[in-house]
């Protein structure tokens, strides 16, 4: 397993007129999380795009456990569990001083810009076998 | 079934530097297509909001199926299929064209401002047992 | 002066938790104004994009009168008032059924992709001084 | 004069097909550094709001001298030059390791929730005088 957790801070932009975080920002803020464990493991996402290749987002699950406020300290945790095949499985969860507030998922393919799908980079599978 | 459907035209500030339409963002379109759903049965998010209630998002799950880009003119539509017990489902899917773009779905409760979640309005339910 | 008008429905992740909008997104419909008017005079941005240029905003200028709140139906203006030089100022305004929410502008330059500032493409200016 | 420097990384949400950052998001990190100033000197926005104020945005400038990218690292400063009569002015600018990105300005009035512009809270205006 792989995790990596990132510090974030809630900004008043993020919030709505429920007076809470909207729902769609979380998924910014597991990008956050999930780019920066790419950068941990040596892969950032700066090679991903020098070496022609994007990581799109085809599927996306989450559940929102309880509200984030402005201001809130949140930890978002982005985990890789297993190594993948062609796609590529990331689990998120953020906390606040131990609270769970959501728990999600993105699943991820390896693109040649303007192309379609392809196999992970093999240095990247290197990497995540070393580690997993 | 009960559906709605709006028209969304892309917004640049909605690209990313993949050149393409930001994953997030498809949720701020699905909630436009909810909301207006809402209107359309005559149960408008204002009301929703003058009963005290408020309509928090717990749960979301979507597959990107083909990438939206700049400018794309797009169909929102969100769906109920059955009758809501305590939780609320809502589907989705937007296209441009004919063609695929998103599939996707959320749950949400109805909740008491500052509290927890409660039964659906009765009003709510009469509105939707006459439709579905 | 050339105007071009775009009609603009308030999204709820527009709104913060003051309960009405959050003053950074009047620039992103300020965008779709100035945007559907280049199109409007027959110079789309994907024109703009494929003879190789950005058209960048050097600078911003609004004033905030009233507040727009969910659900609003906008009136936004795009309207350019004199040959542009190098630069190009855009003026906007957004009313709410007459009445006036926010005054703005912006000033653009033309650039070559990852390159610096250079003058408005001349097909482009033939098309202003047709109509100024 | 008193300042106040927040550092921000740029998240991949902010970015646009240009490549860099979108224009509107740096009103986003400007609010952040003003509401960290704000908190700094020890009116934090949550006593704003429990004295039953709003502090909406009424003017912003803005010059935008470079471009942000994706994972930059970046300094926002917020600086207050002069006390307050009616409303309040505070700069910003933005660097990137020392190169400035970004200069502006806001205006700001304080409001009764749901009602007029006021005074500034003189609770407010004294801390102000102990540092300006």
Redesign the interface.
């Known amino acids: 397993m792989i995790e990596h957790c990132v510090e974030i ?1 809630v ?3 993020e ?6 975080v ?4 979380y ?2 803020w597991c ?2 999380a999930r ?1 920066a464990l790419m950068e941990a493991i040596g892969y ?3 090679r991903v795009q020098a070496e022609g290749f ?1 990581f ?10 309880a ?1 984030a406020h ?2 809130d300290r949140l930890s978002v945790w982005a985990v890789i569990r297993e190594m993948p095949r062609s796609r590529v499985e990331i689990f998120y969860r953020i906390e606040r001083q131990g609270q769970r507030l959501f728990d999600g998922s993105s699943r991820h393919a390896f693109a040649r810009k303007g192309g379609g799908a392809v196999r992970p980079p093999a240095a990247w599978l290197e990497i995540l076998a070393c580690r997993l």
């Not at 919030?15 to 809470?20: A, L, P, R, S, Y």
């Not at 909207?22 to 920002?25: P, R």
């Not at 799109?56 to 456990?65: A, D, S, T």
């Open positions: 801070r900004r008043f932009v919030t709505d007129q429920m007076g809470v909207h729902h769609a920002h998924w910014a990008e956050v780019l950032p996402y700066t994007h799109p987002v085809i599927e996306l699950q989450g559940k929102y456990r509200s402005f201001d």
